[in-house]
């Protein structure tokens, strides 16, 4: 069965550098969910959109920001980057409606040098 | 949302059973429990989910008592491949984009 994908699966930045992380849900899931986990942390929620809306906030910085588009894949943009931006990024997909259940993607690990 | 407390870590033995438990004493009718796997550099992997009473399926057994304000994950005869790190968590059915909060989870360690 067709899982959530993220690319690339290992990115390193210099400080202040950009990023794009990249996520395609299961087919037919139209809810996009990002979060964020540094090391020994728990996942922490950053945003999340639905039917290619915001549809949630979470702890996500100024300095990023993240959109859905017509085919629902989602992409988080990433800039000035800073050295505690490193962690692993999760994309996780769901069906919106009812109670849901979240697939979670292998993941972006972000070094920031 | 309801707030959860889990144990912070627990140890087993391979072939044992375990259960962990979270609390969530301020759960709301229409609040379901969700409880989820993380191994290392991996995203979470959904387990089982339940309203109430007792729900099983092929990987564990979750059992609700009927004040819902607590509930067990149950593993049962674990392997060294269970270490691993267990979310509960507790929300409502959304209308899409509800977002999934993970509070603190439970590292479950499985010894040979």
């Known amino acids: 069965a067709a899982g959530v994908i993220q690319s690339p699966r290992h990115l390193i930045k210099e400080k202040r550098e950009t990023a794009t992380l990249k996520c395609y849900p299961i087919?037919?899931?139209?809810?996009v969910y990002w979060y964020q986990q540094g090391p020994g942390q728990d996942p922490q929620f950053l945003i999340s959109f639905y039917e290619k809306m915001q549809s949630d906030k979470g702890s996500i910085p100024d300095r990023f920001s993240a959109q859905q588009f017509s085919d629902y894949h989602s992409e988080l943009n990433m800039s000035s980057l800073e050295l505690g931006d490193s962690a692993l990024y999760f994309c996780?997909?769901?069906?919106?409606?009812?109670?849901?259940?979240?697939?979670f993607g292998s993941g972006t690990q972000l070094s920031v040098l | 949302l309801a707030k959860t407390t889990q144990p912070i870590s627990m140890d087993s033995y391979e072939g044992q059973e375990v259960n962990i438990t979270c609390s969530h004493n301020n759960i709301a009718t229409n609040d379901y429990i969700t409880w989820y796997q993380q191994f290392p550099s991996q995203g979470p992997r959904f387990i089982i989910q339940?309203?109430?009473t007792k729900v099983t399926n092929e990987v564990a057994s979750l059992f609700i008592p009927a004040d819902r304000k607590s509930s067990t994950l149950s593993l049962p005869r674990v392997s060294l491949s269970d270490t691993a790190v267990y979310y509960c968590l507790v929300g409502p059915p959304g209308t899409g984009g509800f977002k999934t909060i993970f509070g603190a989870g439970t590292r479950l360690f499985v010894k040979a």
């Open positions: 339940g309203y109430k």
């Open positions: 996780a997909s769901s069906l919106g409606q009812g109670a849901e259940k979240l697939f």
């Open positions: 087919p037919r899931h139209d809810t």
